[in-house]
């Protein structure tokens, strides 16, 4: 990236990730000229919708898969402990955004919720327990209380325990301070909240179509503006590409080396939903269970309550299903047009190498509704078909690509942000742990991409974000404030 102190930057897509970094740009240079291209009418209407996504605040107080057992029997609880950092990072950016009015009405898309790992048979049990062991005694996971009791369970998640045969062990851990967050409406109120900034430009039903670098190094970004019919041309500094699933044919647009040997797998959520009062009165939280064995962690099974538009209801699922479209507002073309000579034998070998997914995933697209709400009932043993509908939530393009270490055809599960050489062209890919951890992901874009100006964004990083660069299982007095200055502007 050409150092010149001002930078005119594009940022592709109206989603959570592209809403943070805006504000985290327009905070830290607010003379910076940034323009947003958006295809659809409105922000946040893909994967960072309410309906699109579980609106998990996932900071590893319920999800199992953050803490993996080891051979030895131990379990390592390092990735619990980044996501519950990273969870912080955001906490804090939101509470500084309330404070500083950028945003408003916190309780319009973050609220209380506890959070509940459930599990049942021996092997689990012990594993919860084990878990449970290894997590109370650091200071972010102190709270979290450990059950067998049946009668403390029902207590905690009547609505599972009703109508529940007792014949084989089952176990619970709880944490209050879980949340439910609606993506949708946090992406919506930080992006209307960038339309007001003097330098800040948000364009919708602007389709950028191609991505070109020009001789003196900027970037030319080709808008089809679906309002007039017109065709624009938009130049940058550096350009990010957070177009969600539709990010890696605008990657591969630019044809920088980085965007080579790299494919995406179109996984599309399905949620059962009730919004029957009687049931949904009966679920006062988000349970996480067990992914079945040899299967990614975004099948582990989930009942969540939501608070959507002034609603409440009950989620379940995600279930996998198969489409080739990238966006669930994409064309069926998407997936094909994907396919490029340098990355289809990338995405062969991932295919060879994953029979037991590839299964799976066509196990999941073959299912019915019926066998749908079989996986709901070892949750809600009573579920009645006609209380539950199946909808259709956001698409997920799983990243694969070859690495130096893993050879050809490596399926990868977190989120990856490729970037050229010269750190003008940045591309978000992959979509785990997801919105939650949007903060986190997009300060790594300032420290790894714009490396020449953290220096002086230091003292105004910390200010916003005071854990910013700390450690918070190092740092019991910080954790300590944080919590509580973000909970009390959240009013969690
Ligand atoms: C089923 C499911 C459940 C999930 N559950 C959770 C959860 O509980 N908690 C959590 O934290 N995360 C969760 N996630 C992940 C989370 O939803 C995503 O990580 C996050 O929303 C991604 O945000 P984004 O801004 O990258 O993408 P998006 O929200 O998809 O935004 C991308 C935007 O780019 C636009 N766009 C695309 N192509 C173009 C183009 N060519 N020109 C202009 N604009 C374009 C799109 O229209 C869209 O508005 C879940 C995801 C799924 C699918």
Not at 233 to 245: C, E, L, N, R, Y
Not at 289 to 306: A, I
Not at 337 to 360: D, R
Not at 378 to 388: I, K, L, M, S, Y
């Amino acid at each position: 990236m050409n150092n010149k102190q001002k930078k005119d930057v594009i940022l592709i897509g109206a989603g959570i990730m592209s809403a943070t970094l805006g504000t985290l740009l327009n905070k830290l240079e607010p003379n910076w000229n940034i323009k947003l291209f958006e295809k659809l009418d409105q922000a946040g209407k893909e994967s960072s919708n309410e309906w699109n996504n579980a609106g998990t605040g996932h900071a590893a107080l319920c999800e199992l898969n953050y803490t993996v057992e080891q051979p030895d029997g131990s379990i390592d609880i390092s990735k619990a402990v980044e996501i519950y950092e990273q969870f912080q990072l955001s906490k804090q950016f939101w509470a500084h955004l309330v404070d500083a009015n950028d945003i408003d009405d916190p309780e319009k898309f973050i609220r209380p919720l506890p959070h509940i790992s459930f599990v049942y048979g021996e092997n689990h049990v012990n594993f919860l327990k084990k878990r449970f062991n290894s997590l109370l005694p650091l200071p972010m996971f102190e709270t979290m209380e450990y059950t067998e009791d049946p009668q403390k369970l029902l207590q905690w998640i009547p609505l599972m325990m009703e109508n529940r045969t007792m014949d084989e062990p089952i176990a619970a851990t709880k944490m209050d301070s879980g949340t439910d967050v609606n993506f949708g409406e946090l992406t919506r109120k930080m992006i209307h909240n960038l339309e007001r900034q003097d330098h800040f430009s948000v364009q919708y039903n602007s389709n950028v179509t191609d991505i070109k670098k020009l001789r003196d190094g900027t970037w030319e970004v080709k808008v089809i503006n679906l309002d007039e019919g017109t065709i624009e041309h938009h130049t940058a500094d550096v350009v990010f590409i957070g177009a969600g699933g539709g990010a890696i044919p605008l990657l591969q647009k630019t044809k920088i080396p980085e965007s080579k040997h790299i494919g995406g797998f179109p996984i599309s959520g399905e949620f059962l939903v009730c919004t029957n009062p009687d049931i949904v009165s009966k679920h006062q939280s988000k349970v996480y269970g067990k992914e079945p064995d040899g299967t990614p962690p975004m099948t582990v099974p989930h009942l969540d309550r939501r608070y959507i538009g002034g609603q409440s209801s009950l989620l379940f699922g995600p279930f996998a299903g198969f489409g080739p479209k990238l966006l669930k507002n994409g064309s069926n073309m998407d997936f094909f047009k994907s396919i490029k000579s340098n990355n289809i034998l990338t995405l062969l070998a991932a295919a060879t190498k994953n029979m037991p997914l590839v299964k799976y995933s066509i196990e999941q697209v073959l299912a019915s509704k019926s066998n749908r709400m079989e996986a709901l009932r070892n949750f809600v043993p009573g579920a009645r078909d006609e209380d539950w509908e199946l909808i259709v939530a956001g698409k997920r393009v799983q990243v694969i690509k070859d690495t130096d270490d893993s050879g050809r055809g490596v399926i990868q599960f977190g989120t990856e942000i490729v970037h050229s050489e010269d750190d003008s062209m940045i591309a978000l890919l992959g979509e785990s742990p997801g919105a939650s951890t949007a903060v986190a992901i997009m300060l790594d874009v300032l420290k790894y991409n714009f490396t020449a100006h953290l220096e002086g964004w230091q003292p105004k990083l910390k200010e916003m974000i005071p854990s910013f660069g700390e450690s918070l299982v190092e740092n019991t007095a910080l954790l300590r404030e944080v919590e509580e200055r973000s909970s009390r502007l959240l009013k969690l």
